[in-house]
């Protein structure tokens, strides 16, 4: 396996724009005969994920008075918050057919990794999550294209959970269906829990110890390297010019609705805003944190046009490939909440 460092000429780059930039160009346009291993630590901003729509997802007045960068990033999932104290991974590989959504696969080496640094409590749990003692420290996504997929998450280290409260915009739902109240009481940091002889670290401390664990190996000179080039950056600066610093990509128009719904189900949140004109859907926008292949756009463009009926909703849907745009979820779900 390759590790990539992100750094320019030497430097470390802490601009989600470019991070999440460099990742999406190691998946598309770096093929390498092992997989890829990329780490990197970023400024304050919030993630979101794929299908969100970020006004409903961010504090927008926190986000506009400490001038935190929002970016929306390719893979589905939910918002989170980074600083200097979250560490993000990301796993670079080609598509098996079996990998996508198998997040045991992916987090498997980190957590081992932890495990070894005093950790015992860590685990995966539910869909997606990484805990200590039922508190998250980890939310992961995926994302697949061309015969490649990522597998990428966060690890709160030594972040400030109370920029976390205040920055993201939880759904009352989705913390109910957890049995919970606040963020606060769901997440934590993972450094209270190593031993004693790490706890002089910092996140770039724990980054070079983690790595060191993953591969094995007691030097930084025995693990394997791919070394961005020139013509990488004008490629990696080329593609935050058109996505990840892009405002249109990042935020873009969220047009008024008429029909609004958002539930919790099976896959995760799905919220559906529609205008319905004449009897026939006229305009549609489907958001969440369900993880899907393909493009969400191709189902709004096979429900635009349609009249809004259960029976038409549930024909349309008893057509499309479900499990690619949304995961394992029956169309009876999706048409109690469409309809």
């Known amino acids: 396996m390759y590790y990539v460092k992100n750094q320019r000429d030497g430097k470390e780059i802490h601009d989600p724009r470019i991070n999440l930039a460099i990742e999406y160009y190691l998946l598309n346009e770096v093929k390498l005969d092992e997989p890829i291993l990329?780490?990197?630590i970023n400024d304050n901003s919030i993630i979101?994920?794929?299908?969100?729509?970020t006004y409903e997802?961010?504090?927008?007045?926190?986000?506009?008075?400490?001038?935190?960068?929002?970016?929306?990033?390719?893979?589905?999932g939910g918002a989170v918050y980074h600083d200097m104290g979250v560490l993000c991974f990301c796993?670079?590989?080609?598509?098996?057919?079996?990998?996508?959504?198998?997040?045991?696969?992916?987090?498997?080496?980190?957590i081992d990794a932890l495990?070894?640094?005093?950790?015992?409590?860590?685990?995966l749990?539910?869909?997606?999550?990484?805990?200590i003692d039922g508190k998250k420290f980890s939310g992961n996504a995926m994302y697949a294209k061309n015969g490649r997929m990522t597998a990428h998450g966060t690890l709160m280290f030594d972040s400030q959970i109370e920029a976390v409260v205040k920055a993201l915009k939880p759904?009352?739902?989705k913390l109910e269906s957890k049995g919970i109240k606040s963020i606060r009481s769901r997440v934590t940091n993972i450094k209270p829990f190593l031993d004693d002889s790490y706890q002089f670290m910092n996140a770039k401390d724990f980054r070079d110890q983690l790595l060191l664990n993953i591969y094995e190996t007691d030097a930084k000179e025995n693990i394997k390297e791919y070394v961005l080039t020139d013509k990488d950056w004008e490629k990696i600066e080329a593609f935050a010019k058109q996505y990840t610093a892009n405002w249109d990509w990042n935020y873009g128009k969220s047009p008024e609705?008429?029909?609004?719904?958002?539930?919790?189900?099976?896959?995760?949140?799905?919220?559906?805003?529609?205008?319905?004109?004449?009897g026939n859907i006229e305009d549609i926008r489907i958001y969440g944190d369900f993880f899907g292949l393909g493009e969400i756009e191709d189902v709004e463009n096979k429900l635009m046009g349609i009249p809004y009926t259960k029976n038409a909703i549930k024909e349309t849907f008893d057509n499309i490939d479900k499990n690619k745009y949304f995961g394992n979820i029956d169309t009876e779900e999706l048409v109690d909440l469409f309809y």
Not at 48 to 53: A, S
């Open 91 to 110: 796993f670079i590989t080609e598509d098996d057919g079996d990998s996508f959504r198998d997040f045991k696969k992916f987090t498997s080496p980190v």
């Open 171 to 173: 759904k009352k739902h």
């Open 48 to 53: 979101i994920g794929r299908n969100q729509n």
């Open 57 to 76: 997802e961010v504090n927008t007045s926190y986000v506009e008075e400490n001038e935190l960068k929002v970016v929306r990033r390719f893979s589905g």
């Open 115 to 123: 495990h070894q640094m005093g950790v015992e409590g860590a685990e």
């Open 125 to 131: 749990k539910g869909r997606n999550d990484l805990v």
């Open 38 to 40: 990329l780490f990197y």
């Open 257 to 278: 609705f008429e029909i609004e719904r958002s539930e919790r189900l099976s896959v995760g949140t799905v919220e559906v805003k529609m205008n319905v004109r004449k």
